[in-house]
């Protein structure tokens, strides 16, 4: 695969992801409210999001066509999790985030052989030590401990890798 359409699929899934995201804690944040921890989350997210529109912009990227759907499949989500209790809501932050976690540095390792991505590679490298932070909080926060845990895991992160592919294709 040649360098520009690399990076066009990097942008593309990235940027859909972080829209995701966005969308996911603005739902938590409906109908938990103000939780410090989430504010602290999606104040993070949405700085992503800006950053991969920013790039798009730059590199002349249009986002998935799919973009509308995960906007409203999203929040969602993030209702469905925070009507579920906290807990849960962390749950799906812990899934979510897992995936993400993974997902950067397989996009770090793909780059690494050069330096021309370096650039790119410092915005997603911290950018992934943030979703970590986030898994680490909701951790902290008894995401592990929610109702249902096993099952809620497999069902968010399986809609996460499924997303993903899709936004990486188109």
């Not at 991969?52 to 002349?60: A, D, G, Q, R, S």
């Not at 976690?101 to 021309?116: G, K, P, T, W």
Request: net charge neutral; hydrophobic share 40%.
């Amino acid at each position: 695969m040649d360098h520009s359409k690399k990076i066009e699929q990097i942008l593309r899934v990235n940027h859909a992801g972080e829209l995701g995201a966005r969308q996911i804690y603005k739902g938590m944040r409906k109908i938990l409210g103000n939780d410090p921890d989430l504010v602290l989350m999606a104040n993070q997210e949405e700085e992503h999001l800006k950053t991969f529109t920013k790039l798009m912009v730059e590199h002349k990227v249009k986002p998935t066509i799919f973009q509308p759907l995960w906007h409203v499949l999203s929040y969602g989500m993030g209702i469905t999790t925070a009507l579920m209790g906290k807990k849960a809501a962390h749950a799906c932050t812990i899934a979510v985030e897992e995936v993400i976690v993974d997902h950067y540095q397989n996009q770090i390792d793909s780059m690494a052989h050069s330096s021309e991505h370096k650039p790119l590679m410092d915005i997603i490298e911290k950018f992934k030590n943030e979703e970590n932070h986030h898994k680490e909080i909701a951790e902290q926060r008894g995401g592990k401990d929610a109702a249902g845990y096993d099952i809620l895991e497999k069902v968010v992160k399986s809609i996460t890798k499924t997303a993903i592919k899709i936004s990486t294709k188109i």
